[in-house]
């Protein structure tokens, strides 16, 4: 994997975030719509292999427990309350993100499961199987909708360019500041003396012969027009020191 040899386990596990990109919920069971666990694996597992990850998942050692669960439940056949028993499975759990080409590379994360069902075996499969449908989509940040997963994805590019316009924003304000420094330079400069084709002529020399202040697209060139428009104000007062009382030049 050359393209991948350089990525530590955290880039890793960002890609296939990234890859696996928007989750639809596609089934329906218990009065709500959800992501079914074969739709996240098949696209986080086939990220893991393109970038050479490896999910471990195991039960911390005593913490297992199945207890019997006796609860009341409405029967809309019978119009009645009836008895229901099943089991409840909880244990404490982790796990293991491995960088499968530096093993000693690895992140643990731990999670617990919990499952309920009248079969106490039914009950630790379904706890597993929710355990590690949730664990991929909270660990991973994987976004899920019941509406087509491109209109989260165009809210999603619209945040992730939310940075890259308020640098433009920020940007284009202080280009206007530099501009506007530069008109007022200019007219100040022109009410000393200066011949305005002068103060032009210096605009025009940094921006490619535009002597137009309002054209400038560069904080650079504001800052070559306002370091030659000192000059020409440091070369006058120069001037005006050397020459002789009575003398006009």
Same mark, same amino acid.
Not at 212 to 221: A, G, V
């Given at each position: 994997?050359?393209?991948? @040899?350089? =990525?530590? %386990? +955290?880039?890793? %596990?960002?890609?296939?975030?990234? *890859?696996?990109?928007?989750?639809?919920?596609?089934?329906?069971?218990?009065?709500?719509?959800?992501?079914?666990?074969?739709?996240? !694996?098949?696209?986080?597992?086939?990220?893991?292999?393109?970038? /050479?990850?490896?999910?471990? +998942?195991?039960?911390?050692?005593?913490?297992?427990?199945?207890?019997?669960?006796?609860?009341?439940?409405?029967?809309?056949?019978?119009?009645?309350? &009836?008895?229901?028993?099943?089991?409840? #499975?909880?244990?404490?759990?982790?796990?293991?993100? #491995?960088?499968? $080409?530096?093993?000693?590379?690895?992140?643990?994360?731990?999670?617990? =499961?919990?499952? !309920?069902?009248?079969?106490?075996?039914?009950?630790?499969?379904?706890?597993?199987?929710?355990?590690?449908?949730?664990?991929?989509?909270?660990?991973?940040? =994987?976004?899920?909708?019941?509406?087509?997963?491109?209109?989260?994805?165009?809210?999603?590019? $619209?945040? @992730? /360019?939310?940075? !890259?316009? &308020? $640098?433009?924003?920020?940007? *284009?304000?202080?280009?206007?500041?530099?501009?506007?420094? %530069? =008109?007022?330079? /200019?007219?100040?400069?022109?009410?000393?003396?200066?011949?305005?084709?002068?103060?032009?002529? #210096?605009?025009?020399?940094?921006?490619?012969?535009?002597?137009?202040?309002?054209?400038? &697209?560069?904080? @650079?060139?504001?800052?070559?027009?306002?370091?030659?428009?000192?000059?020409? $104000?440091?070369?006058?007062?120069?001037?005006?020191?050397?020459?002789?009382?009575?003398?006009?030049?």
């Amino acid at each position: 994997m050359p393209d991948t @040899e350089k =990525l530590n %386990i +955290h880039q890793k %596990i960002l890609k296939i975030a990234d *890859a696996a990109g928007v989750l639809q919920k596609t089934k329906s069971g218990y009065n709500y719509k959800y992501v079914p666990e074969e739709e996240i !694996q098949a696209k986080v597992t086939a990220c893991m292999q393109k970038y /050479g990850v490896m999910l471990y +998942h195991s039960i911390v050692q005593g913490t297992l427990r199945v207890q019997p669960y006796t609860y009341e439940k409405y029967d809309a056949k019978l119009k009645a309350n &009836k008895t229901v028993n099943e089991f409840v #499975v909880t244990a404490d759990s982790v796990y293991k993100w #491995v960088n499968a $080409e530096t093993p000693g590379e690895y992140i643990e994360v731990p999670w617990a =499961l919990v499952g !309920q069902m009248e079969d106490a075996s039914q009950a630790f499969g379904a706890a597993e199987t929710y355990c590690n449908r949730y664990f991929l989509m909270k660990s991973l940040q =994987l976004a899920t909708s019941e509406a087509d997963p491109d209109e989260y994805r165009s809210k999603q590019k $619209e945040a @992730e /360019g939310y940075d !890259q316009e &308020k $640098e433009q924003k920020a940007a *284009a304000e202080e280009l206007a500041k530099a501009v506007k420094e %530069i =008109l007022d330079k /200019g007219s100040e400069l022109i009410k000393k003396g200066f011949a305005k084709e002068e103060v032009m002529a #210096v605009v025009g020399k940094y921006n490619n012969g535009n002597s137009n202040p309002s054209s400038i &697209k560069s904080i @650079e060139i504001c800052a070559a027009v306002m370091a030659e428009f000192a000059e020409l $104000e440091k070369s006058k007062a120069s001037k005006k020191s050397t020459t002789p009382k009575g003398e006009t030049k």
